[in-house]
């Protein structure tokens, strides 16, 4: 079992429709040692397909912007978390806006954690590893069988 100080990589789904801040985070990710393996979407709609048509591989943590095209973060956030299987998979909003009814609709709808963009690295890094590692290690065992 992983301790704290251990770093611990995940393999993430990435859905953000901005290319420099879906770079920004990708690179951030893999700097620090948190990611393993990312997989980009665009929007709800392509992270949707792509969780459907991996269902015997879902990632262990998914990081979801709000305001995107199509389907927008808060609807997919909604899909998801209806979902008997997608719901076990953790969820960190990394958004632009701090409106007080964003955060609290995330929370709403159980998202894990809510950042706010401009990302600082250290919130960001202190938002994933502040889900609770039993989460995660259970969320992994459950959804990789």
């Known amino acids: 079992m992983a301790t704290r100080s251990q770093a611990r990589s995940y393999s993430v ?14 690179e951030a990710l893999f700097e620090q ?28 943590l998914i ?11 808060r609807e997919l956030l909604e899909v998801l978390k209806a979902d008997d299987q997608l ?30 963009k401009p990302v600082n690295l250290d919130d960001f890094t202190r938002a994933v590893q502040s889900i609770d590692n039993f989460y995660l290690e259970t969320a992994a065992v459950l959804h990789h069988r």
């Open 63 to 73: 990081i979801l912007d709000l305001n995107m095209p199509r389907m927008n973060g």
């Open 33 to 60: 040692g948190m990611a393993r393996t990312i997989v980009k979407a665009e929007d709800g709609v392509a992270a949707l397909e792509h969780l459907r048509e991996n269902v015997a591989r879902y990632p262990d």
């Open 87 to 116: 719901k076990l998979i953790p969820i960190v909003v990394l958004t632009t806006s701090a409106a007080p009814e964003d955060v609290s609709g995330a929370y709403h709808r159980h998202a894990n954690a809510y950042v706010t």
């Open 13 to 26: 789904l990435l859905v953000e429709d901005d290319l420099a801040d879906a770079m920004l985070i990708e």
